[in-house]
């Protein structure tokens, strides 16, 4: 088993780490807040590769440097694809605005990352859509429910299998099933 | 604020799963026109001057009114026209905004059958 790093070494390595941190985030321009996150994730990188650490080819100062380095650049490359992902940076919701709220106070639902990748957003839809599917199933016979609840979890040649009926007969049912969905306001997902 | 109703009268014949849509996204008041001609006799094999096709999807349609009537989620009316010609009518009811049992309790009776 391989000794635990010497107190002088981590002092070292935490030096190394806080200092390609704080560099990298002055490069990309980041926050402060995002300072320990860095710290946090170069810091993992370089304790996970340690083991590969050869004293008879370097100093841990040395060895740490072109670890942080090169984790550094991976970060780099990720926060570059991401930002051209959005089209430009990202801005997080925390940050306060001009009249003391964070921007996840000053966003409205519809304005929020769900709808911006086109999901529906609202809580009220989101209310109104369970009270329909509470009353729909309401409106089922129990027989029916059971077989919207097997439905989902298996296909219609493992409910034959396991008795509930004939394929037909099955895929006839769930052809009625839609129907009566549908008139309770309930659309496909 | 008022809703104003909406009179629907589709150029040609409606599927049962058209007509169920309508039904779950109407506003309460608006109308649906779904068949126009005499339903009695429309439906019925031979005597019907339908196709054949067309009459089985219209008695589907009708089976599915005749259904969402008794679920009350429309008003079924007819319309005379003139002799033997009706226009039959759904009209949307307002959706109750509650259930009879709560989603979770209803999920519970799933789970337990």
Redesign the interface.
Known sequence: MRPPISRTDLATILDEADTAAARLRRRLGLRRADLDDLRQDLLLDLIQRLPAFDATRGSIGAFAGIVLRNQSCRIAARVIRERRGWNGGLLSLDVPGSDGETLAEQLGENDGLSAWHGQTASGEAAVER??????A???LH?RD??L??AATHSPVRVLAERGLGSRAGLYRRIAEL???L??????VA | MKHATVTTRSARRLSEMEFAGWVGAAAPGDRLEYHRGFLAVDTIPVISKLPEPDRAALKQTAGRAWWASEQRLVHLVQERLGPDLFAYLAIARPKPKHAEASLAALLVDVEAA
């Open positions: 369970r009270i329909d599917l509470a009353r199933l309401g409106a129990p429910r059971s919207c609840a839609r129907c009566a549908a008139a309770h306001g309930l659309r």
